[in-house]
């Protein structure tokens, strides 16, 4: 039946609430577009009910052993190291039309859109990829001080984090801290449906975790490609074989073994 004239429209449960200005949002792009802050926080990124979804689709994946330990390091030094970094790790698809994880990716990318638009600092990223990452810390366990760039893979622009636990505490520890500068940080509680976002260069760390399990999907913002340019006609030439399986490093351990030879 129609809605009387005048009655509220439901919403779907999954549905951002409306007091956090999210379809703008506004309430991250405008700390961060002046440079003056390395990163933005805003809460109800995602309904209560989608975080509960996806927190569940995390849960199938793992139960189904889709997620692996995850690496340190880069390239040719990347190693496993539960000691500095203990969580279990999964690769998302980058396009899907399975729900929940459709819902996301489209916020993601209007997301990085909003930043690229927002100031000349962001808008290498505009119309870039994005990686997307779920990630589960058991109990104990922790990620040292990181930055999510490096000579071998400098192509991230921001690094976008949102969390999934609707019964964290303070006692659970796992908060993200953040440092921008030498001597100065912020920390950050993970809480179910806030989003953090910051320049993927600014060092950071996820602190240990007391809890069961911490759950986040993370969002790497790339830079647009750009044209390559053209191969030499002459000169020597050199042959690179390097064994990689999967291995998203690879492409820059290639770039970097190329640039200085």
């Not at 449906?193 to 809890?211: A, I």
Request: proline residues 8%; glycine residues 8%.
């Amino acid at each position: 039946t129609a809605a009387a004239p005048g009655a509220a429209k439901e919403e779907s449960p999954f549905t951002p609430a409306r007091s956090t200005g999210y379809n703008r949002y506004d309430a991250l792009t405008q700390p961060l577009a002046d440079g003056r802050r390395c990163f933005a926080v805003a809460d109800g990124f995602v309904s209560a009910a989608l975080a509960a979804e996806l927190r569940a689709m995390g849960g199938r994946m793992d139960d189904a052993g889709e997620l692996r330990p995850a690496g340190v390091g880069t390239g040719p030094t990347r190693r496993q190291d539960a000691a500095a970094r203990g969580d279990r790790i999964a690769w998302l698809p980058s396009a899907t039309e399975e729900f929940p994880l459709s819902i996301v990716l489209r916020q993601f990318a209007a997301l990085r859109d909003a930043l690229a638009g927002s100031a000349p600092r962001w808008a290498p990223m505009r119309g870039g990829e994005i990686k997307c990452m779920l990630a589960c810390y058991p109990t104990g366990s922790r990620y040292v001080k990181h930055r999510d760039t490096s000579p071998l893979c400098p192509d991230r622009v921001a690094t976008a984090i949102l969390y999934l636990n609707a019964d964290w505490t303070s006692g659970d520890g796992g908060e993200l801290a953040i440092h921008p500068d030498e001597g100065s940080s912020a920390t950050v509680a993970p809480a179910a449906g806030r989003l953090v976002v910051f320049d993927s260069r600014t060092e950071h760390e996820v602190l240990e975790f007391r809890g069961r399990e911490r759950w986040a999907i993370t969002g790497f913002l790339y830079r647009a490609e750009t044209a390559a340019s053209p191969p030499p006609s002459h000169g020597p030439k050199i042959l690179v074989a390097i064994a990689s399986y999967r291995d998203e490093e690879c492409p820059h351990t290639v770039d970097a073994l190329f640039a200085s030879a």
